[in-house]
């Protein structure tokens, strides 16, 4: 162990707060980045029977080696039970094998509809940004899906400008049936500050659930351009320990890619 | 056997195709097949698609966006097929360096299928050359491009770089995509410039969409039925369709297959007949080398063909699918090949700083300095490699950490 301490910066939250909204002895299909950080998370901790598909096409990695930097990094398909091509990890979604679908995004709507395309124009874009990637396969595809972004006013909107990665559409109940995809959709968006889920099949909007102690739900709100439901049970949310920490620095980021950073 | 007494008895050279010369040259604007669905009137935007199959997205978000007429940007399904069934299917020896395989193949209107994944496995060295040949040594024109992949990174990016350089001698029209960026790293700074800027026509996949394009390809079926992008954006603004399932009576979108005319890999082995073994992930490189017309493919290692009949599970890609074979190590450089190397996240920072002065400052110079280092100055990619030096290759080689890979 190391004496190096981290401080609880959002990206600690948001690696512990993504970490426990995972599940043991279930399969995450998770996209690059934030997503890795909380999987490796939980993997050292309470779910280390939560096995990983990484989209290249690796299914049960060990990731001894570090964090990957990329899903298709050599770190994100060492040590696993099977290692094929995309179309073996998104078929297997595809057919049910993930429970939980991990992404993040630039923008996300009141039914958890992500934008990871573009800002204006599709042809013209104001700002582009890399693309769908896997993300608009596992939100159609995961049986759930836990979104992980930070909480800034400019990416909580009520409408989106583009949806990369399907949430509950407008809203309505057979909406997702109609579009011809498999998940039950929207379960938990992650931020530094606040833990999100949905009032699903009512309204199927998004739901604060946990804010951030140094915080309250009206600053949440005031944080977001969405208009937000409150759960009968919102409360704050805990945060790492000092154990949780030294795990973190150790054994999921060493590197410091995330860890110690703030949000931009 | 005397393989070459026996292709001398066939009558045809070794490593030419029969029938080459003849072979029909497929262009973008030719390749236009009329569509008649409602919501793909060209140049309007539809905020009512009518009674087209669709899944109810119109006026759930903000997006803005023209219809475009539908075009196979690359051959149709059955010209592909009809290109395939010309070619010779024997063992012949597929043997080329990366400079003839490129004067060979690259010309102007193709689609060039990208095989790799992010920065693993990617066909750097080709990429290399295509940018030396076009760009410095003007011997071919890589003009009114097609790319086509899932997820690139910096290889695209070389020819993107290459086009803000001359943009006649190397020009990348369209792309058809799911991600362009390099990871943690941050965005692909080119691509994004290029893209804002209205240079260059995308069309949006995921990254599942985008394989399944080329599985259907390399399956040799027109289209293929996938569980996603219906109910997104992408359902709007890219090719696919919706239809409805003539056996579930549910609706289920479609992607049209995606046939690159020549498609460029880089795999962990291969013998002189292509002949491919790939270890660590496979990515999408089989199916986008089995969906194209003619493929050019390096190989970390030239292995025998009696290793390759040894195991032959082991086989990704198979010979009929290849048409050039170019044996060059580090031919993934700077990405990352599983038991070889992990990828330089220097030399992509480099790139990447270089990039961003440009769309950020509209600074060039940085750019060009990049292409003078890194490609007028270097005559081949292993001068390319030199100019990395060794213990910084070595120092990749020992952060792979010994992958196993039977070769």
């Not at chain 1, 398909?77 to 429970?99: H, M, P």
């Not at chain 1, 009141?110 to 204006?120: A, L, P, Q, R």
């Not at chain 1, 800034?152 to 559409?169: A, M, N, P, Q």
Request: glycine share 10%; charged share 25%.
């Amino acid at each position: 162990m190391t004496d190096k301490k981290v401080k609880i910066g959002p990206f600690e939250t948001i690696c512990y707060t993504g970490a426990r909204a995972l599940e043991d002895k279930t399969i995450v299909f998770a996209g690059t980045g934030l997503p890795m950080l909380a999987c490796l998370f939980a993997q050292r901790t309470w779910a280390p029977d939560m096995n990983i598909i990484f989209e290249a096409g690796s299914l049960g990695v060990q990731m001894w080696m570090g964090l990957p930097l990329s899903v298709g990094d050599t770190r994100a398909s060492t040590r696993a039970c099977i290692i094929k091509g995309l179309c073996f990890a998104f078929e297997s979604q595809q057919r049910g094998y993930s429970d939980f679908g991990f992404i993040g995004g630039a923008e996300i709507d009141k039914y958890g509809n992500i934008n990871s395309t573009c800002f204006g124009e599709y042809e013209k874009p104001k700002v582009r940004f890399p693309g769908s990637g896997g993300a608009g396969a596992m939100a159609a595809n995961s049986d759930r899906i836990i979104a992980i972004m930070a909480l800034e006013k400019r990416r909580f909107r009520d409408k989106v400008y583009f949806i990369t990665s399907l949430g509950f559409g407008d809203g309505s109940p057979d909406y997702r049936w109609t579009a011809g995809v498999h998940g039950r959709g929207p379960y938990r968006v992650v931020t530094d500050v606040a833990l999100f889920g949905y009032d699903v099949g009512n309204t199927n909007r998004m739901m604060l659930l946990e804010y951030h102690p140094d915080l309250s739900v009206e600053a949440i709100q005031e944080r977001c351009e969405l208009e937000l439901l409150i759960s009968p049970d919102v409360k704050p949310m805990p945060l790492p320990s000092e154990e949780d920490l030294n795990l973190m620095i150790t054994q999921v980021d060493p590197e410091a890619y995330f860890l110690g950073k703030t949000v931009a | 056997m005397d393989l070459e007494k026996r292709y001398a008895e066939v009558g045809v050279p070794l490593g030419k195709k029969a029938d080459e010369d003849k072979l029909p040259y497929v262009h973008v604007v030719e390749g236009q097949v009329p569509y008649t669905s409602k919501h793909r009137a060209p140049g309007v935007e539809v905020t009512d698609p009518g009674d087209a199959i669709h899944s109810g997205i119109y006026g759930i978000s903000e997006v803005v966006h023209k219809e475009r007429p539908y075009t196979w940007w690359g051959p149709n399904p059955d010209e592909a097929r009809a290109l395939k069934v010309k070619e010779n299917k024997f063992l012949y020896d597929k043997r080329t360096t990366l400079s003839d395989a490129v004067k060979k193949f690259i010309r102007p209107g193709i689609n060039i299928g990208v095989a790799g994944f992010v920065n693993t496995r990617n066909p750097f060295a080709i990429c290399w050359q295509i940018v030396k040949e076009a760009l410095c040594n003007k011997t071919v024109q890589a003009t009114n491009l097609t790319l086509s992949y899932q997820s690139q990174s910096l290889d695209v990016e070389w020819l993107l770089g290459a086009q803000m350089l001359d943009s006649s001698r190397v020009e990348v029209k369209r792309v058809e995509l799911s991600w362009q960026a390099f990871e943690v790293i941050g965005s692909g700074p080119i691509w994004t410039h290029m893209v804002q800027a209205g240079l260059i026509e995308v069309d949006d996949y995921t990254n599942y969409g985008a394989s399944a394009r080329f599985k259907a390809g390399a399956m040799g079926i027109p289209f293929m039925p996938v569980r996603d992008h219906g109910g997104s954006d992408m359902e709007r603004v890219n090719r696919g369709v919706m239809l409805k399932c003539p056996f579930t009576g549910r609706n289920i979108y479609v992607l049209p297959a995606c046939h690159p005319d020549v498609a460029i890999a880089h795999v962990t082995a291969a013998d002189m007949y292509g002949n491919c073994r790939i270890f660590g992930f496979l990515n999408t490189c089989p199916e986008i080398v089995g969906a194209s017309t003619a493929s050019i493919v390096t190989c970390e290692d030239l292995i025998s063909t009696d290793e390759i009949r040894r195991y032959p599970n082991l086989t990704e890609i198979p010979f009929p699918a290849v048409s050039a074979v170019v044996p060059q190590k580090f031919g993934g450089y700077p990405g990352a090949v599983w038991g070889n190397y992990w990828f330089d996240m220097d030399h992509f920072r480099e790139w990447r700083a270089a990039g961003l002065e440009l769309r950020l400052k509209g600074n060039i110079d940085p750019l060009k300095k990049y292409y003078d280092d890194n490609f007028y100055s270097c005559d081949t990619f292993d001068d390319f490699l030199a100019k990395r030096g060794y213990k910084k290759l070595a120092e990749l080689k020992r952060l792979d950490m010994g992958q196993a890979v039977i070769i």
